[in-house]
């Protein structure tokens, strides 16, 4: 194994797994922690609100999702460099970067940002909204879109929360979890739609408001997530969709995260 891909091969894969180097409750373990981690951080994010006696505690919450998020980031990192350290491989062979095919993986996270992007999340996103609202004209919850940071935060949030955010991200879901989940299910559409299903879901509670907004998020994001993992198992690289959801999220603090 000479590349930094075929240690992520589903071949490698697979022969691990049958050496009983990959567990079977990995790839679950995975998809579960990060919105559980989401949800937990959140929690406590609120609590010392409440305890701070910060005035719309449930509000403010909302807005920092840009900066107790990086404490998710380190929980599933921990998790991954477990789960890969019992397979006897590196965190970092789950991105499999080729120096060689560089120009190529810019090209395609710019494709993935400029094409996929649009196509799922501002096109397929009305639809989410007819079916969640019943309308194309409805009235979000205060902070759901457009959130407001002090200007230590925001600096944070635009320099440091979006370059770890969308890696561990990747890494977590389809780097991770997806080409594992296919090796013990042997589906591969049932582990796309698995993993999928839990890449939507954590979006719910980075912005938790009331069910029908979270129902919104969760069709909001899931053809973009579906999207993603096809994506994933066409090029078999990690660092075009790391690159195009680097766009993503720089765009979101950029446009729509707003200094108070």
Known sequence: MNSLTSINSPESIQ?????????RFGPMLMIFARPALILLFNRLTLLLFLQLKIQNAT?????WSSVYGTLVDFGCLGLLFWLTKKEGIRLRDLIGFIKSKFTTDIFLGL??????????????????MLIAYGNLNPTFPEATFIRTLPLLA???????????????????????ALPRLITITKSTWL?????????SL???????????????????FLPLAIALELIYLRIKRLPPLII?????????????LQLR
Not at 117 to 124: K, Q, R
Not at 154 to 176: A, C, D, K, Q
Not at 244 to 256: E, K, P, Q, R, T
Request: aromatic share 20%; proline share 3%; charged share 10%.
């Open 111 to 128: 494709c993935i940002f400029v094409i996929v992007f649009p196509v799922t999340i501002i096109g397929l996103g009305r639809l989410a």
């Open 191 to 199: 582990s796309v739609v698995i993993v999928s299903i839990f890449y």
């Open 15 to 23: 022969s691990r797994f049958l050496n009983g180097r990959i567990p």
């Open 59 to 63: 509000v403010e919450v909302r807005n």
């Open 244 to 256: 195009g959801h680097w766009l993503m999220d720089l765009a979101s603090v950029l446009f729509l």
């Open 202 to 220: 954590q979006h719910c509670f980075l912005s938790i408001a009331d069910f029908r907004y979270g129902f919104y998020t969760f069709l909001l």
């Open 154 to 176: 925001v600096f944070y949030s635009r320099i440091l929360w979006w370059p770890l955010w969308s890696v561990t991200e990747e890494m977590t879901y389809t780097g991770y």
